[in-house]
């Protein structure tokens, strides 16, 4: 099964972090669920207009399974408390087993538990900006770059793009596409045929595109939004 | 030129106005020539500042010329001096800590500016200026130099070149004293003693007064008795070597008195002698702590590029386990203890200082040296006064800073900072990228991370660069599994993205890749010729 993105949240905690996440995430997705154990955080999320709000106690099991997540629903964990993350993460694997967690880690050590409790996706506070000095320290030009990607004004993006049936790339090999004319780079995919895991273009393995990958190419967002109307067409007629 | 007109006008005990002013004008015109101050300053950086790239030269030559005049006193006792070697002890070298000695009287203050600003300052009290005792406060100064103990040894090693008097010849020993303002070992040891001052002092005085009762008593007791003991010199120096417990036994007591009162004042001896060994002891375990300090400070600032870290945190524990961290020279500072002390614990060199001190900061070799700061304490106010800390000690400086939250970015950018890291909102970010587009997170991670599947390197083009003429077109970036991000042209130092194949590849242009960490390196070691 390949993960698309889910079209239902519940997220644990309108803290430091679920307060930027939510704000970030309620244009894309319709049904967003927060729920809080702390009456301020409570009622700071109905203040900022939000009405799927529910203040329970999260340490009871029998309150998270009065919840009643979708299959699809994807949880995610950014309580304040590192401590009550991992144990509202191991709670819900076991009411939920089903369904994606994500959660947040500030340490080394939390990352390792909250994946022991049974986390999908843990991200790490500090790993990107640890990264980035390193960049900062050696690599002017690829910082320069990176910080593109965050600045609003400069209109490089990633863009991820699901081949639809009927694609002119369908049954195409990567070697036969030259994504340089449609002034994007490509720079990996998840290929149905292999499973659920990314695949980096520079891990060396021929691929052949299929209609249902999903492929991830980075460029100008005029160049990217051509391409993906383009890859709709049945036939390649972009101009040379 | 100036002191000697002064000294003639002072044998005459009569100033007059002109010469006064006079001087006046001479003074102030010396104190504001740039070259003057200048010369000065180099002068000064020279002789006391250790982060001058010349002092290392500078010691290590007195350190030649003191060892070579003690190594002349030594080898004179047994053999016939030659002349050569005379000349150079009495002439030259001489000659040559005269010339230092005047050398630091003269950069210890500012004679010509201490006149200046009396001089204005009588005028501007409508006070009648007295160039006597202006002139007495700037020799004040010096005089206040000359009888530090560092200056009067310097001084008694330029005895030894007046030849008249033999017995001037002992204070060569002098010129071995010299070294101590030279080798740093000595000078903390002297250092770490002199923090000790009280007890040490207490304990001479105490040593004194036993050693004289001794000597009083065995005098007095056994002066007629024993043929060893003719005067008190003798009492005295029967008394210490008893008290050191070295014991020669050249002069024993001989009568039952004088033993008892060996046998007292040999307990004495063995308490004393504790007691200082423990002072010493405590006085050095005390300072130990900071002498390693010093020595990681001092070993740092020798090199041309370090990072100061500001703050033991997940944030720093995150830096270290990248894979390039071990190429850094760094210094991890911290106000907390227990931070420090996993630090150490953990391996890294760390110290416990406050970088929003300015003496904290400016400890470091911020002139000679690239630095770079790291703030990365949890606390946004700290870390926006360690900025503007380091800025003020040195705009060379380079900052990169960890905020709390957005809205605190400008604030650093106003405070100087280069780098503001948001490890908050990018988390965020992350995560909603994580849950809408989860096969875009998994690429975006990988390249923000580091992950050595997609590293993003930068690839210089050197002079031996086989790259150097081709065109990207001609570059396989395919089959070396790499993926040529952009560009940067040396000629206008722009970047381009995605990069048309038709671009020529010159000196100094950098490419920008994203491969697997072997594939770059096989990329970077097959497109060099021989001789790199």
Redesign the interface.
Known sequence: M?????RS?IIFGYG??GR??TL??KD??ENILLIESNRDNYNKALQDGFTNVKLIDVTDDNQLEKIQADKDA?F?C?MDDDHLNVFIVLSLKSVYPDNRI?A?S???HATSKLKMAGAD?V????????????????????????EGFADKSHD?A???LHIPKGSFLHGKKL?EIDF?RY??????M?DTELGNS?I?????VEHKLDSGD?I?C???ESDLKRFEKLILEEREDYPI | MLKKKLSNCFKEHRCSLELSEWIISVARKISHSQKYKHIKHSVKDILDNPLNPWKKYFDITIIFIILSSVFILIYEVKHPLPVWMDFYDIYIVSLIFLIEYILRLWVYSDMARDLVDEYEKSHFLGRRFRLWSALSRGLKKKLEFMVTPATIIDLLAILPAYRPLRVLRIFVLFRFLKLLRYTRSINQFVEVLSNKKFELLTLLFLLIFIMMTGAIAIYVLEDTHNPNINNMFDALYWSLVTISTVGYGDISPVTEMGRVISMIIILFGIAMISFATSVIVSAFSEKLHKLKEERIIDDINKSEEF?IICGYG??T???F??S??SR?RYIILDKNPKRVEEAIKDGYDAIEDDASRYETLSRFNTENSKV?V?CMTHDDVENIYITLNAKHISPKIKV?V?AGDESIVNKYKRAGAD?V????????????V?????????????????KN??I???VLIHGYSNLIGKYIKDIEF?HF???L??I?KNSDME?I??P??DILIEHKD?L?I???KR?IQYFKEVNCKDKC
Do not use: W
């Open positions: 390949i993960e698309s993105g889910s949240v430091k972090f930027n996440i970030s995430l894309d997705i994807s995610v950014v994500l947040i500030d340490s080394i996706k991200i790490d506070l500090y790993a990107i900006s640890a990264n980035r000095i390193h960049n900062i320290l050696n690599k002017p030009i690829a910082t320069r770059f990176l490089l990633f863009r991820e070697e340089y002034g994007v780079i490509f720079l990996g998840i990314f980096f273009v520079t891990s060396g999903i991830v980075i460029g100008h | 990072l997940q944030m524990k995150m830096f386990r990248h390039d961290a850094y770079t790291l990169v960890r780098h890291l948001l490890p908050n909102e990018t988390a965020s970010t992350m995560m909603s994580a849950i809408t587009r989860p096969t875009m997170y998994k690429a975006i991670d990988a390249i923000l991370t580091g599947k997609a993003l390197d930068e395919r599994k790499l993926v991000i952009g940067q970047f993205f995605n048309s194949p950098i920008l994203m491969g697997d594939s």
